[in-house]
């Protein structure tokens, strides 16, 4: 447990210093225990029925098996760069079904507030409420951080993504296309869509979920990438 403690924080030093090389320490190392050929099979966690969205439970083992699966684990529901980041996941949907691929959001939010996200957003793919944390420990991630999981049909982790503090959540999308991309042999993962998502204008702060009933669908034009949440 010391040990896993202090890779976090030599990857935090990292990312103030580090530049672009910040970024690759982070995707090799940012998900403690579990890494990139880790087999989650047999993991406990991975097959333990967590509550999520439209009051369904589901495990992460159901997800998996005809298809890969793309577990993103995020901050805060309604926080701007959550938002940006669920919305995009949401915009690439058709690229991840053409990859055969799943896709869930996983945060510490509670089913209800997952549920007025979901639909304020319309997002087209399940999310969980891991409340108690216990996905997160699972994992080998600090509460409240951004990271991303890919795992092939079998259940082995193929890409493990955090990016620095202050960066773009859309990486994760972009991050996530390419592992699975290059997986199946595919060309160039790098076309992201530019036009804004229609994602994230006048994201709520976090705690204001009642707003998300009317959150509008478009594009935020003051969202920089920068985030804290």
Same mark, same amino acid.
């Given at each position: ?6 890779? /976090? ?20 190392? @940012?998900?403690? +225990? ?36 793309? @577990? ?31 896709? /869930? ?44 999981? /890919? ?5 082995? /982790? ?52 009642? +707003? ?18």
């Amino acid at each position: 447990m010391v040990m896993q403690t202090r890779s /976090v924080f030599s990857i935090r030093r990292e990312s103030r210093n580090g530049g672009q090389r910040s970024a690759l320490i982070l995707t090799r190392a @940012a998900a403690g +225990s579990v890494k990139e050929g880790t087999s989650l099979k047999d993991n406990p966690a991975f097959k333990a029925a967590v509550p999520g969205s439209e009051g369904k439970k589901l495990s992460l083992d159901s997800l998996i098996g005809k298809e890969a699966l793309v @577990a993103f684990f995020f901050p805060k529901a309604g926080t701007s760069g959550c938002t940006v980041e669920a919305a995009q996941f949401r915009e690439h949907q058709e690229e991840f079904d053409g990859l055969g691929a799943k896709v /869930v959001g996983i945060s510490g939010d509670s089913p209800k507030d997952l549920d007025m996200f979901q639909q304020a957003q319309r997002l087209t793919y399940p999310l969980l409420a891991d409340e108690s944390g216990e996905l997160r420990k699972a994992f080998g991630i600090e509460p409240m951080t951004r990271v991303t999981f /890919v795992m092939d049909k079998e259940g082995k /982790v193929i890409m493990v993504y955090q990016g620095p503090k202050g960066s773009d959540p859309k990486e994760h999308i972009k991050k996530s296309l390419a592992a699975l991309k290059n997986q199946s042999g595919g060309g160039d993962s790098s076309g992201l869509a530019n036009d804004g998502s229609k994602a994230g204008q006048n994201a709520p702060t976090a705690g204001d979920m009642n +707003s998300l009933k009317n959150l509008p669908d478009a594009a935020n034009e003051s969202y920089t990438g920068a985030e804290t949440l």
